[in-house]
């Protein structure tokens, strides 16, 4: 199973930018999906996460200007990010949960590569 994400760069303090996260390989489905960030000299932090079903959660740092969201049909995972902060700039890295077609029953943690965000002031 791979996680690719894609959609970061620079982006202006206010402005926006979109994340996506594509899982291949031999899935079953996917449990949870997540973003989380890691800034430079800081440990990695949760930002977002979505349930199979819908259900998301939020960092108390990024709720009201961050959406997480997912198409189960395509496997992957967005993070819209508005208004955005210099203090967001970070790598941010997708995690999913997957249950691969062998094995169904066992779900496996998998991470994306991760994706540079910088937010200029």
């Given at each position: ?15 926006s ?18 973003w ?23 960092a ?42 062998i ?19």
């Amino acid at each position: 199973v791979q996680l690719v994400e894609s959609g970061g760069g620079l982006g202006e303090a206010g402005g926006s930018l979109r994340l996506s996260c594509a899982a291949s390989g031999s899935i079953f489905s996917i449990d949870a999906m997540s973003w989380t960030r890691q800034a430079p000299g800081k440990q990695r932090e949760f930002v977002a996460s979505i349930s199979s079903g819908g259900n998301t959660n939020y960092a108390g740092s990024v709720k009201g200007r961050f959406s997480i969201s997912r198409d189960n049909a395509k496997n992957t995972v967005y993070l819209q990010m508005n208004s955005l902060k210099p203090e967001d700039t970070a790598v941010y890295y997708c995690n999913a949960v997957v249950r691969l077609t062998i094995s169904p029953m066992v779900g496996r943690n998998y991470w994306g590569q991760g994706t540079q965000v910088t937010v200029s002031s």
